[in-house]
């Protein structure tokens, strides 16, 4: 599966591609907990491989768990057994507590399940491209420091936040590179948390970090898609200036106006809530809404629908049956 050809198909095919971040319906095919997925490469593998077999995605992604860095960098994470894991407590809180703060190794904490579940589905699909993911550099930044005192110290001490990013940024070039040599064909870079600050303070204090990364593994093999679920149209532009092939927008933000705020040559991808809709929603309710976007966004030839996150555990079978089926309608 070659990127470049995949991305080329997506503008010129007349038919509308569906990406939805979704891995947690494929846990519960496998009779497996978040807990055992999220722990345990191969469980993972299993769920993405299966999940493949049942819905026709046009692509693969692993599940968006923003706590395998923080972890890897010594914070406490809560482990629910059939919910996203969390984030407890405080790592890092002022400028000597940065500066000695390590840059860990790619075998720390459950960094190598990730990377295994990604090769093990590298190996096992091939007809499409398969996302790995990670955090952003500022969403990362924000779960050791605290967030809301990050956002702060950005004003009152930036020299330490500074210093922090760098820090996050080096050890994220060093994952995005493993999950690049696994065989997959993208990632994608989870930056929520940016989309709590301006447009100018994103593109300093993100976009800026996130910006390296894509130099550093975007190629005609490999991309990035930026994906900022906290951004209500604010700052679009940041995003954009990254850099990345794709960019990947939450259910915060009209769809029109992202496109209308990207170039033709980058695929946009959103933006079907996750909770309200994929899951709290019928299954009627889901067919509306998801044919009501792809008939809003026609003439827009790089726009890929997709839900506005991860499509959360305990989502009903049958509401996605009916995001493909809308799909399907549409495309004939």
């Known amino acids: 599966m070659q990127i470049n050809k995949w991305i080329s198909n997506c503008l010129e095919e007349k038919r509308r591609f569906a990406l ?3 891995t947690h319906p494929g ?21 993405i491989i299966q999940l493949n077999k049942v819905f026709p995605s046009d692509g693969v992604t692993t599940i968006m768990d923003l706590t395998v860095e923080a972890e890897a960098f010594g914070a406490e994470i809560i482990f629910p057994e059939n919910e996203v894991p969390s984030v407890t407590g405080r790592l890092v809180r002022d400028a000597a507590s940065v500066h000695e703060l390590v840059i860990p190794s790619l075998e720390t904490g459950r960094v190598p399940q990730y990377l295994l579940a990604e090769r093990l589905v590298a190996e096992a699909i091939q007809d499409k491209p398969i996302f790995g993911g990670c955090i952003g550099p500022f969403s990362l930044a924000g779960r050791l420091y605290d967030l809301s005192e990050m956002m702060m110290a950005i004003y009152t001490d930036p020299d330490t936040i500074t210093l922090l990013l760098e820090k996050c940024t080096a050890f994220l070039k060093n994952y995005c590179q493993a999950i690049k040599e696994t ?9 929520p948390a940016a989309g709590l600050i301006s447009n100018d303070d994103c593109i300093q204090y993100s976009t800026f970090y996130v910006q390296q990364i894509v130099d550093a593994v975007q190629d005609e093999d490999f991309m990035v898609v930026l994906h900022n679920c906290g951004n209500a149209g604010h700052c ?16 915060k933000i009209d769809m029109i106006s992202a496109l ?13 809530d996750p909770v309200g809709i994929f899951k709290q929603a019928t299954a009627q309710e889901v067919y509306d809404t998801t044919l009501e976007l792809l008939n809003k966004t026609t003439d827009r030839n790089n726009f890929i629908i997709s839900s506005g996150c991860d499509v959360p555990p305990g989502t009903s079978f049958e509401n996605i ?12």
């Open 27 to 47: 846990i519960e095919l496998c009779d497996k907990t978040v807990k055992d997925a999220v722990t345990d490469g191969t469980v993972q593998a299993q769920a």
């Open 20 to 22: 939805p971040i979704m």
């Open 236 to 251: 679009t532009d940041a995003m954009v200036k990254s850099g990345a092939k794709g960019l990947h927008f939450g259910n």
């Open 260 to 272: 209308d705020d990207t170039t033709q040559e980058i695929l946009v991808m959103g933006n079907i």
């Open 321 to 332: 049956k009916a995001f493909y089926r809308a799909v399907n309608d549409y495309n004939k």
């Open 183 to 191: 065989g997959v064909q993208g990632v994608i870079i989870a930056e």
